[in-house]
Structure formats: C-alpha cells, structure tokens
C-alpha cells in the first residue's frame, strides 16, 4: 500500500467542525504529552489535554486552541473530537483576557466555595486562547 501523501484532518466539538482539509503535518496536545502526526502514521487513539494544536499545510502553519476530548489518527486521517476548539479569528481576546484575570484572583485569593482544580483549567484555556492570538497562522 502506498504511502499517504497528505492528511485530511477534521476537528469537531459538540457545537460544530472546526476544521475539515488537507494537511500535511500536525502538532496535537495529547493527554501524555504532546505528538506530531505526518501522512503514514500509525494508527493511535489517545485523549486530549488543554492546549495548542497546529497544521501546516505547504508553507501556512495555522494554530487552534483545544481542550479535552480525544484524538483519532490513521495513516491518512486524523480526527480530534474536542471539547472545545477555537482558531485564532473564533477567539474572542476581550473575553479571553477577562477569563485570564477571573481565574488568577480565584487561585490568588481562595475559598472554600472555589474549585481550584475548575479555575486553573480556566487559567490554562484562557492563556492557551491568547497565546493563539498573539501567534495567528504564520508562514514559515
């Protein structure tokens, strides 16, 4: 069997597809670590931590936040079913650095009615989010 020349990767959450094209290589942040995943690769079902997943497609690398949920590869698929997923025109900076600075006071200055482990995934969302946007898709 010949060797898969691109990949075709669909990203999904509950609400809707993120992403549906042809790839040729992807970074994604997987539940014991992060992976990267090129045309051929062996077959692999893992889950997903909080985190930057990224696609390069020729030259154009493009970034999308992701959290939760799990990763299906084969040699010429990869299918992430997300909790959450957003690429950097769907993020909201405003809200996202509003979340930021809500989750830093609460694990600042907390209280038995705050979940620490809830606000630090918050704080980990809300920085991966900025990250994405400062970053936007670059051409390498």
Same mark, same amino acid.
């Given at each position: 069997?010949?060797m ?12 809707r597809?993120?992403?549906? !094209?042809?790839?040729d290589e992807? !970074? ?10 090129l ?22 690398t493009a ?10 590869v !084969? ?11 957003e ?5 909201d ?22 979940d ?15 990250k994405?946007?400062? !970053? ?5």
């Amino acid at each position: 069997m010949p060797m898969p020349g691109h990949l075709t990767l669909e990203i999904v959450t509950p609400d809707r597809a993120v992403v549906s !094209q042809r790839v040729d290589e992807v !970074q994604v942040p997987g539940g014991d670590g992060s992976f990267g995943v090129l045309p051929g690769h062996t077959p692999l079902l893992t889950t997903l931590q909080v985190g930057e997943l990224w696609y390069r497609t020729g030259e154009e690398t493009a970034r999308v936040a992701v959290s939760f949920g799990f990763a299906e590869v !084969q040699p010429d698929r990869l299918t992430i079913l997300a909790q959450m997923a957003e690429s950097a025109e769907d993020i909201d900076t405003t809200r996202a650095e509003a979340a930021r600075k809500r989750a830093a006071d609460r694990l600042a200055q907390p209280s038995a009615n705050i979940d620490i482990g809830r606000a630090r995934v918050a704080l980990q969302k809300s920085l991966v989010r900025l990250k994405i946007v400062s !970053q936007g898709n670059i051409r390498d």
